[in-house]
């Protein structure tokens, strides 16, 4: 499971989602606005998370107004461990594809 194909497929992941997201902070506004989206799911995901029943994601619980609730510590670590977790779970099927399609050859 941590084989090195897979933590390089890792790497290849995390960097290109990296990269994707860059514009979203230092991009002109065109780009900004399309890759918003990838900084918004795994932000989202903390309020889903949230509204399922895991509580301390949030700050105040999740109560706060009109506004969204920033994540509390638990909650940039928990979002964080959950989205490494879903890519690495990517880059472990990718290399095992990638190992059965090399051996078939």
Same mark, same amino acid.
Do not use: Q
């Given at each position: 499971?941590?084989?090195?194909?897979?933590?390089?497929?890792? %790497?290849? &992941?995390?960097?290109?989602? !990296?990269? /994707? =997201? #860059?514009?979203? @902070?230092?991009?002109? %506004?065109? &780009?900004?606005?399309?890759? !918003?989206? /990838? =900084? #918004?799911?795994? @932000?989202?995901?903390?309020?889903?998370?949230?509204?399922?029943?895991?509580?301390?994601? #949030?700050?105040?619980?999740?109560?706060?107004?009109?506004?969204?609730?920033?994540?509390?510590?638990?909650?940039?670590?928990?979002?964080?461990?959950?989205?490494?977790?879903?890519?690495?779970?990517?880059?472990?099927?990718?290399?095992?594809?990638?190992?059965?399609?090399?051996?078939?050859?």
């Amino acid at each position: 499971m941590l084989h090195r194909r897979t933590l390089k497929i890792l %790497a290849v &992941l995390v960097a290109a989602y !990296f990269a /994707l =997201v #860059l514009p979203a @902070y230092f991009g002109v %506004a065109f &780009l900004a606005e399309r890759t !918003f989206y /990838l =900084v #918004l799911v795994p @932000y989202a995901s903390l309020h889903v998370f949230n509204r399922l029943g895991i509580h301390g994601l #949030l700050e105040h619980d999740g109560f706060c107004g009109w506004g969204w609730c920033a994540p509390t510590t638990f909650g940039w670590i928990f979002v964080a461990v959950l989205w490494i977790g879903l890519a690495w779970l990517a880059a472990w099927a990718i290399a095992k594809i990638l190992t059965a399609l090399t051996a078939n050859s």
